[in-house]
């Protein structure tokens, strides 16, 4: 089993200094809003819940599909279901952190500031790809465009650096939650932005000293 107490430490890129607790949340490092109560799901966010998520053991091995939507509810959470994630981390060439705040539309954690991407490999030939994690990281590439409007071309597969996996449970309000084997990928890239508002309400990039006081 992937252990969900994992320090990361890194070299990567010259980020020595980034370190995270993965056991905290990476997912939601911090909000310090409260997430208003959602009476009627947002229409493109219900549409993406028909998305085919990688269902997986706790040895990260696939063993069937299933929707986005099945895969986020707690009564399936709580019998074990569990499925493959990423979470981004890209840093400008000042080695400034991209954080964003989750649109209020959002399903699960609306509101919450988090890293830079986090979402799912879908179950499709390109995203199953295990070789080199190169299947995450083409759908790390495909949801910062679609989340971010980064254009591939400002991303190239061989720019994300995998760092570690973690196995990730968290509940959001009862109802919907996360559990997932989360690789973490790290990139540093300057980017042109262009955000999707259904996806994203805000941004800033975040040096070492500032991120410590967002989430302190």
């Given at each position: 089993?992937?252990?969900?107490d994992?320090?990361?430490?890194?070299?990567?890129?010259?980020?020595?200094?980034?370190?995270?607790?993965?056991?905290?949340?990476?997912?939601?490092?911090?909000?310090?809003?409260?997430a208003?109560n959602?009476?009627?799901?947002?229409?493109?966010?219900?549409k993406?819940?028909?998305?085919?998520?990688?269902?997986?053991?706790?040895?990260d091995?696939q063993?069937g599909?299933?929707?986005?939507?099945?895969?986020?509810?707690?009564?399936?959470?709580?019998?074990?279901?569990?499925?493959r994630?990423?979470?981004?981390?890209?840093?400008?060439?000042?080695?400034?952190?991209?954080l964003?705040?989750?649109?209020?539309?959002?399903i699960?954690?609306p509101?919450y500031?988090?890293?830079?991407?986090?979402?799912?490999?879908?179950?499709?030939?390109?995203?199953?790809d295990?070789q080199?994690?190169?299947?995450v990281?083409?759908?790390a590439?495909?949801?910062?465009?679609h989340?971010?409007?980064?254009?591939?071309?400002?991303?190239?597969?061989?720019?994300?650096?995998?760092?570690?996996?973690i196995?990730?449970?968290a509940?959001?309000?009862?109802?919907?939650?996360?559990?997932?084997i989360d690789?973490?990928?790290?990139?540093?890239?300057d980017?042109d932005?262009?955000?999707?508002?259904?996806?994203?309400q805000?941004i800033?990039f975040?040096?070492?000293?500032?991120?410590?006081?967002?989430?302190?």
């Amino acid at each position: 089993m992937l252990s969900i107490d994992y320090r990361l430490d890194t070299n990567v890129m010259g980020l020595r200094s980034w370190t995270f607790r993965a056991n905290k949340g990476i997912r939601n490092m911090a909000s310090h809003i409260h997430a208003r109560n959602i009476t009627t799901h947002d229409p493109i966010q219900v549409k993406l819940l028909e998305e085919q998520c990688i269902v997986i053991d706790e040895n990260d091995q696939q063993i069937g599909a299933d929707t986005k939507k099945n895969c986020h509810r707690m009564e399936n959470i709580d019998k074990g279901l569990l499925h493959r994630a990423f979470s981004v981390f890209l840093f400008n060439s000042k080695k400034e952190l991209l954080l964003q705040q989750r649109s209020d539309a959002k399903i699960t954690f609306p509101g919450y500031w988090t890293n830079t991407c986090c979402s799912h490999p879908l179950s499709v030939e390109d995203e199953l790809d295990v070789q080199d994690n190169i299947g995450v990281k083409r759908a790390a590439r495909r949801k910062l465009q679609h989340e971010l409007g980064i254009k591939p071309e400002q991303v190239p597969l061989e720019a994300f650096d995998y760092l570690t996996r973690i196995h990730y449970k968290a509940t959001s309000d009862g109802q919907w939650g996360e559990h997932e084997i989360d690789y973490i990928l790290f990139l540093q890239q300057d980017v042109d932005l262009d955000l999707n508002t259904n996806e994203i309400q805000n941004i800033k990039f975040v040096t070492q000293d500032q991120l410590r006081n967002f989430i302190g």
